[in-house]
């Protein structure tokens, strides 16, 4: 590996998935993979064993979040440049991973050339988003038409972890594992969730967010919405 050429960090529990993103790498000159990671503990580990120049981050990883890993890394490293990977839409997670500090954002509906793009993108030290979600934010920060779109913008970080686990299907006692929280802290947010989007028990949280999941997964799908 010569002088020139960036490493990359790939974190992404889906082993097919890493194979086929490091392969698309190894034919760039000026990129190389790592290392390689599924969760959240072996991505740290490896963050500190190889000092990546780049990260490739997935929101959704095996038995942690993708959110609390951002932090995490730009915690030990805060000129890291991380760019995240997703299936989910980015309608709704693009501003909060740029909240957080990564500098961009690509759902995996794109094509490969995007990826690569998008690496060189935020090494440059550039931000890195579609088109699409670039005029919503755009919209929302001059008050225009995309400034209200979307009611789930009310919720805190965590609440919108907990409400898209609900969306998901998963138990107050699964989400509360995941999110190493109590049981009595979901329920708090919860409540909160309720409260800010004005649903009143909860059968109409849960069907509010399964119905959220699924806009968001066939948004991902289809590159957007008119909406997005």
Avoid at 187 to 216: G, M
Wanted: hydrophobic share 40%.
């Amino acid at each position: 590996m010569s002088n020139s050429t960036k490493k990359v960090l790939i974190v992404d529990d889906h082993p097919i998935l890493r194979q086929g993103i490091a392969q698309l790498i190894s034919r760039e000159d000026d990129l190389e993979v790592c290392g390689e990671a599924e969760d959240a503990v072996t991505a740290l580990k490896v963050l500190d064993e190889t000092s990546p120049d780049v990260a490739l981050v997935d929101i959704s990883l095996k038995d942690s979040n993708g959110i609390d890993l951002i932090r995490d890394m730009l915690a030990r490293r805060p000129k890291l440049p991380i760019l995240v990977l997703s299936m989910h839409s980015e309608a709704f997670y693009a501003e909060r991973v740029f909240r957080l500090g990564a500098r961009g954002y690509i759902t995996k509906g794109e094509p490969g050339s995007k990826v690569i793009e998008g690496l060189r993108r935020v090494l440059r030290g550039d931000s890195y988003v579609s088109e699409r979600i670039a005029t919503r934010m755009v919209d929302k920060m001059i008050g225009g038409r995309g400034g209200n779109s979307f009611p789930i913008d009310r919720l805190s970080d965590r609440e919108f972890q907990v409400f898209s686990m609900i969306g998901q299907g998963m138990q107050t006692r699964e989400i509360a594992q995941q999110l190493h929280l109590s049981i009595k802290t979901v329920d708090t947010h919860r409540e909160n969730i309720k409260a800010k989007l004005k649903l009143k028990d909860a059968t109409e949280l849960l069907k509010t967010a399964i119905q959220w999941t699924q806009f968001d997964q066939g948004t991902a799908a289809t590159g957007g919405s008119d909406q997005a």
